[in-house]
């Protein structure tokens, strides 16, 4: 009986460190993972096996919204793996520059997120990643943020440098809303930078200019 529990408290716990992935685009119109055909918009956890048949490319959003790249030559000819998998061979790896190594962690959506970004090393590693620009993205930062102390994202678009401050919503949060983002077609990634501006002391810190912003199509 014992034993029955321990195996079952260990399968909730490993249950419980899954995280859930949404399909948001395919190369191909399906992949198959745990034996079934999923398509856009389908989800799965990170620890289901993906059968990788040579050619599929999948961009996948997290549970906070960021935007995930997995392709099969990943795989390596390691025929059924999980993204938990690839991620850590990602890891591993000098060459990888899809995720930061210093900044996986399985955080809930952004909007409930208990820590709250704190230091400079922080707040780069957070930003300097990729994410899913048709949707908000709420950050939770502990820095202090008024009319003239605020975080700035800047990129360039058709020849000229767009700026916007960032403000927090009624939950305390800095938001990059997609009224932020230009008018182009789907799939178009706009690299950004992200400042953190102290009118007071005349200073700008830099805390990025890594920052992938991707614009998907929206299921209709």
Do not use: C
């Not at 996948?60 to 935007?67: A, G």
Request: glycine share 4%; proline share 1%; charged share 30%.
């Amino acid at each position: 009986m014992r034993l029955f529990i321990a195996i079952l408290l260990a399968s909730v716990a490993l249950t419980g460190n899954s995280e859930v992935y949404t399909i948001a685009k395919l190369n191909t119109p399906s992949i198959l993972i745990n034996g079934k055909e999923l398509k856009t918009g389908d989800e799965f956890s990170d620890t289901d096996k993906i059968e990788w048949r040579g050619s599929e490319i999948m961009h996948v959003v997290t549970q906070d919204k960021r935007l995930r790249k997995f392709m099969a030559q990943e795989a390596k000819g390691q025929g059924k793996t999980s993204i938990k998998e690839m991620i850590q061979v990602r890891k591993m790896s000098a060459a990888s520059t899809d995720i930061s190594s210093a900044f996986k962690k399985n955080y809930e959506h952004l909007s409930t997120r208990s820590t709250a970004l704190s230091s400079e090393e922080d707040h780069t590693d957070f930003f300097s990643d990729e994410f899913l620009a048709s949707d908000t993205i709420f950050i939770d930062t502990a820095w202090k943020t008024d009319e003239h102390t605020y975080f700035t994202i800047s990129y360039d678009f058709n020849g000229e440098t767009i700026a916007h401050k960032l403000v927090k919503d009624h939950d305390g949060k800095i938001v990059i809303s997609p009224d932020m983002l230009p008018a182009v077609n789907s799939d178009t990634t706009i690299v950004a930078s992200v400042h953190y501006v102290e009118e007071k002391y005349n200073e700008q810190t830099l805390l990025t200019d890594k920052m992938q912003l991707t614009i998907l199509e929206e299921e209709k």
